[in-house]
């Protein structure tokens, strides 16, 4: 876990802006769009989903993956993690 | 002295053979699967099974949905028919919901302003309408299963229900075991 400024000095290699889908379209279009990146390397994922920070740091604990942290934006929330070959 | 060491390596290999074998079937017993059986026709009970069986799927959770009795509602496509049935299937066809749009709401259904308040809300709120919960379904390889018997009961015909990619067809033992081989199991 890294704190909120370490979070935002992140260099992100993918952005997934999923503001447009409710539960549980955030984690599909995470899912999606891990394929697209390499082990490694970050990928942020935008959501207005409140559940979808919970889902996200769950969903990389079962895949492998390193939960980096959220942040909260006006409205929606930027949620980072990092890729790990499974 | 050397005798006694070599039995008790003899006696701790064997030991460790069972323990193998031990390990072994636990590890096959529980597969990453989740496995449904959907029995209620309600909007808001099909509605839960897909939104829990497509986050499954996108955990990469293996997904096999077992659809039974009332469930089958949500599977007739509506635009089309089968011939050849006797009165009471005809009666069973015409009463029960044709297809997933159809499908009444398990509480505060009013007449039908029920789900058409809830399918108004769900687009406000970018739920996923229930045609595209089918059609995502479908490309995360989430298997449906119909239940055979259920369907002879209401008199319903395979070329009645929907395209989908991997539909199968099965009795219920196929769903024992399925369900006794995944992790997880639900009855909606």
Redesign the interface.
């Known amino acids: 876990m890294m704190t909120q400024e370490e979070l935002k000095a992140l260099n992100v290699d993918k952005s997934v802006d999923a503001r ?6 955030p ?2 279009e ?2 999606k769009a891990i394929g697209t990146i390499e082990e490694g390397e970050i990928m942020e994922i935008l959501s207005a989903d409140e559940g979808t920070k919970v ?1 996200i740091p ?2 990389c604990s ?2 492998g993956h390193d939960y980096l942290g959220t942040v909260e934006e006006n409205g929606y929330f930027k949620i980072y993690m990092r890729k790990n070959e499974i | 002295m050397q005798e006694e060491l070599n039995s008790q390596i003899a006696q701790l290999q064997e030991q460790l053979d069972k323990l193998k074998k031990k390990v072994g079937k636990l590890e096959n017993a529980r597969k990453d699967q989740l496995s449904m059986a959907v029995v209620s026709g309600d909007l808001d009970k099909v509605m839960a099974s897909m939104i829990i069986g497509i986050a499954a799927a996108a955990m990469d959770t293996k997904v096999k949905m077992f659809f039974s009795f009332w469930a089958l509602s949500a599977l007739r496509d509506e635009k089309k028919s089968a011939k050849g049935k006797n009165f009471i299937s005809k009666m069973f066809g015409i009463m029960l919901p044709k297809g997933k749009n159809a499908l009444k709401l398990s509480n505060m259904n009013m007449c039908g302003m029920g789900p058409v308040m809830i399918k108004h809300l769900m687009k406000k709120n970018n739920v996923l309408s229930l045609d595209d919960m089918f059609r995502t379904a479908g490309e995360l390889g989430i298997e449906i299963i119909v239940c055979e018997m259920s369907m002879g009961l209401m008199g319903f015909k395979k070329e009645e229900f929907i395209d989908y990619p991997h539909l199968s067809y099965a009795g219920a033992a196929t769903f024992v075991a399925d369900a006794g081989e995944s992790a997880a199991q639900l009855f909606i």
């Open positions: 447009g889908t409710a539960c549980p379209g984690l599909l995470a899912k889902d769950k969903w079962k895949q």
